[in-house]
T-cell receptor, first 115, second 113 residues
């Protein structure tokens, strides 16, 4: 069964460092998302991406965050200068649509620890 | 604005008994509603969704949910709980016209053998 894959599974970084989290969505999916989960609790929307551009973003997704689909298969989330409060589990998701009604398929997550 | 409330942080049910995990929502228009399950150290797994039509929707692993527009609820149910159902359950809502899927805070379901 096709699945969303994410790397790395766990990354430890120093505050102020740049981090790139990588995702390979399901191959025929068109809509891509990043969510984060802090302390195994609330799941928060960060950004949605379609047709090579951001379609919606949350207030969390400030100038320190960026997303890219550099090669037609990978979907990346970059945090330019990490803060302690960026420590969380980051989940990539994709859907084949329809945009509003399609269920999301999530990856296993990338745990980011900022020291 | 769209929001979801899961009023119970924890639900304990004896194996074989029926289970209910509660969810209420708030949207400005008509909602699209989803349930997801998360096992320890795993991603979220889709269980079922309500888009339109029959208010009772059936999903994976014997789960079902009933959409109640007047009570703005979408409670998750299963007639007979299994120990393997123990996990964290998330209700989520999307308002029509939005990309964003808003999740509740989650309910930890523990099935007691």
């Amino acid at each position: 069964e096709p699945e969303v894959t994410q790397t790395p599974s766990h990354q430890v970084t120093q505050m102020g460092q740049e981090v790139i989290l990588r995702c390979v969505p399901i191959s025929n999916h068109l809509y891509f998302y990043w969510y984060r989960q802090i302390l195994g609790q609330k799941v928060e929307f960060l950004v949605s991406f379609y047709n090579n551009e951001i379609s919606e973003k949350s207030e969390i997704f400030d100038d320190q965050f960026s997303v890219e689909r550099p090669d037609g298969s990978n979907f990346t989330l970059k945090i330019r200068s990490t803060k302690l409060e960026d420590s969380a589990m980051y989940f990539c998701a994709s859907t084949g649509g329809p945009r509003n009604t399609g269920e999301l398929f999530f990856g296993e997550g990338s745990r980011l620890t900022v020291l | 604005a769209q929001s979801v409330a899961q009023p119970e942080d924890q639900v304990n049910v004896a194996e074989g008994n029926p289970l209910t995990v509660k969810c209420t929502y708030s949207v400005s228009g008509n909602p699209y509603l989803f349930w997801y399950v998360q096992y320890p150290n795993r991603g979220l797994q889709f269980l079922l969704k309500y888009i339109t039509g029959d208010n009772l929707v059936k999903g994976s692993y014997g789960f079902e949910a009933e959409f109640n527009k007047s009570q703005t609820s979408f409670h998750l149910k299963k007639p007979s709980a299994l120990v393997s159902d123990s996990a964290l359950y998330f209700c989520a809502v999307r308002d029509r016209g939005n990309e964003k899927l808003t999740f509740g805070t989650g309910t930890r379901l523990t099935i007691i053998p």
